[in-house]
């Protein structure tokens, strides 16, 4: 299994876009809290092997979702995961705009994939 992990967190956390995200963090699957707004969230949503030589895995297709949570629109954070994303060759497959009734706070769920070899096997 190929692991691309490090590479978005630190194109996440280093994109300018979100300077003003609370502390510049992703959590990992899911904010701890909900106090400090504008946050995200990553995660490996998938990751299956697509490519083989030498009974070895050398290629993998994988898919990250990002989420963005805060109390005003999210497009300009989302625009900024995206170019973050693009960056690594990442491809956005998927974009949804949710709001949580019940604590009124807006979500953005963003997913993307990549398709990666690793020929130095």
Known sequence: MLSI???VLTALQ??????TLYG???YFH???DFLNLPVGSYFELGNVGN???DNQEIGSEIIFQIDLWGKTSLTNYALGVDSAMTSLDFTRIQSIDLFETES?????SLRYKIDISD???
Do not use: D, E, G, R
């Not at 009124?104 to 953005?108: A, M, P, S, V």
């Open 24 to 26: 510049q963090k992703f």
């Open 51 to 53: 490519l083989y030589a």
């Open 30 to 32: 899911f904010p701890p």
């Open 14 to 19: 280093t994109n300018s876009a979100m300077s």
């Open 119 to 121: 020929f130095n096997f």
């Open 104 to 108: 009124k706070i807006f979500h953005k």
């Open 5 to 7: 992990k490090s590479a």
